[in-house]
């Protein structure tokens, strides 16, 4: 299935106002772009990031818009129509209040980016001193006594990088530890329903450590 994307450019003060107005048209899920907002958020001092993305920093000078998605096809259309023809009005009812341009900007949408769209933020990552976490999609350059731990995560559960992923990683390094062939167990209940994911690591002396994960769901009635 196809979407559409569209950009409502709008100003700061009309936000709540004209996302309101879109909720009303059956929207949910908008997503809202606002450089005011976003430079809050970087000089809030309750919280340190180590990293903002390129991408994310485009933010801090970017015109106000909400962003929604829309199926491409007739119903679609109509929704949008119904949309454009009624968003002038609100000038009308709050005239004391800034709307900006109330500008519509389309793109189409493919199914599939959404799919792997999150790959472009998973990027190999150093654990301990000498343990390299790389997606299989991507190469990376090792040092002298670095061991590759390639991950397939998928739709799965993690990309590895989890706080207690990388405390067992440490401490298997630190132990010294020699495998060659290992295995964990995770049990999680996401939506309410029990599934088991079993993950199986198989060292390779050229490749490293290679993952491979399976998801089943649970038979067990009784609470885990």
Known sequence: MEWTQIKLYTATPAIEIVSGYLISHG????MIEDAEDFNDFLED????????DDELMKLKECETA??????????????????????EALRNEAPEIDFGRLAFESEQIKEEDWETAW???????????????????????????????TLDPGMAFGTGTHET????????????????????????????????R????????????????????SRRKTPI
Request: charged share 25%; with cysteine.
């Open 198 to 217: 079993l993950d199986t690591w198989v060292q390779n002396p050229q490749s490293g450590w290679t993952s491979t994960s399976s998801l089943s769901k």
């Open 66 to 87: 909400i962003v929604f998605y829309i199926p491409d096809n007739l119903q679609g259309l109509e929704m949008l129509g119904g949309i454009r023809n009624g968003i």
């Open 165 to 196: 992923t990388r405390l067992c990683m440490q401490f298997l390094e630190e132990a010294g530890c020699r495998m060659k062939r290992a295995a964990q167990i995770s049990i999680r209940p996401p939506g309410g329903k029990r599934f088991i």
């Open 27 to 30: 929207l949910r899920g908008l």
């Open 45 to 52: 001092t309750t919280v340190h990031w180590d990293y903002i």
């Open 119 to 149: 790959k472009k933020y998973y990027h190999p990552v150093r654990i301990g001193k000498h343990l390299v976490v790389c997606p299989c999609w991507e190469e990376c350059e090792l040092d002298d006594g670095d061991i590759r731990v």
